[in-house]
């Protein structure tokens, strides 16, 4: 990741930031776990770091002495009212994010980025006030439409083939009666949680079909295998899976996702690039291209 943003052949082509899909520490939300698997880490990564909260970053070990509040360390890392060194950050440069609240939307001059917060539970769980907040939140980017991708981030995976998590109902019916209730449908889902790559398409009624990435892989945790056809254990024939396929998977070795939008007078798309980790001898690493897709994204109308 680095490497991409240091090594790119010109500006256009460098990450402009990294947007973690959330369980940045395991395996509880403690401000210790921050050093050694966050600020080190990506000690030297060039960009700001945006996140949205996972189950691990929420949960709190009950046992401990004084146990803090869920995500008192996650709020102090990424949603500072102003950038400043965090106390457990040790000999990191870098400071606190300024992020609004622990759901948020992050505005960009070719997307708006709504980051969702699904709560600790293994299936994930949206309050009623959050569910307000992004009908609101949808309907306020109609303006936008045409002129931005529509992108919305949740750590629980609607969707997932995993033996470890599997898909949760939960989310489908809060994302599925959200864009029912507004008929506002974004062009992209990224989801965190499972410990693998998946990159399913789900088709609506209304035929807008919709890409639902997991992009969890990050290096953390073992990897979790994808469910292989006629398992008993994980039947694929639930109506609730009509119309969603799995397009591609990698549930053998870790990697990132990469992100590109391109806007221009004949093209408005987002493009994934998905990169595997390949670890040699020496202990150095470098990433291998493993998946591609294309989002088109429609423009709006010319001025006449």
């Known amino acids: 990741m680095i490497q991409q943003c240091t090594g790119a052949a010109s500006p256009a082509d460098s990450p402009q930031f990294f947007f973690h899909l959330g369980d940045v520490v395991y395996n509880y939300g403690a401000a210790e776990e921050y050093y050694p698997q966050f600020f080190e880490p990506y000690a030297n990564y060039p960009g700001a770091i945006f996140a949205i909260a996972g189950n691990h970053d929420a949960d709190v070990y009950p046992l401990g002495p004084n146990p ?19 106390p457990f950050a040790h000999d990191s440069n870098r400071q606190s994010n300024i992020q609004p609240n622990v759901y948020w939307k992050l505005d ?18 949206i309050t009623a006030e959050q569910r307000e907040w992004f009908i609101k939140e949808l ?7 045409g002129e931005k991708a529509l992108i919305i981030c949740l750590h629980h995976a609607p969707y997932s083939a995993d033996t470890n998590h599997g898909s949760s109902i939960h989310m489908q019916h809060f994302l599925n009666t959200a864009f029912e209730e507004t008929n506002i449908y974004p ?24 890409p639902f990435i997991v992009a969890g892989a990050g290096g953390f945790a073992d990897l979790h295998k994808i469910a292989q056809p006629a398992d008993p254990d994980f039947p694929d024939d ?15 070795t870790h990697g990132f996702l990469k992100i590109t939008i391109e806007k221009t007078t004949e093209r408005f798309t987002l493009d994934g690039a998905y ?24 423009s709006a109308a010319p001025a006449v």
């Open 68 to 86: 803090p509040r869920s995500l008192d360390a996650f709020m102090q890392v990424f949603c500072d009212s102003e950038k400043r060194p965090v």
């Open 139 to 145: 309907k306020g980017t109609t303006k936008n439409r």
């Open 275 to 298: 990169y595997t980790i390949n670890n040699t001898e020496n202990n150095n690493s470098s990433a291998s291209l493993y998946d591609l897709f294309t989002v088109n994204i429609p």
């Open 108 to 125: 960009t001059p070719l997307a708006d980025i709504i980051g969702l917060y699904s709560n600790v539970p293994r299936f994930g769980a």
């Open 238 to 252: 639930s109506s609730l899976l009509d119309n969603v396929h799995l397009e591609n998977y990698c549930d053998h």
């Open 187 to 210: 062009d992209v889902v990224f989801n965190g949680h499972v410990h693998n790559y998946q990159r399913f398409s789900k088709t609506y009624k209304n035929g807008k079909t919709i």
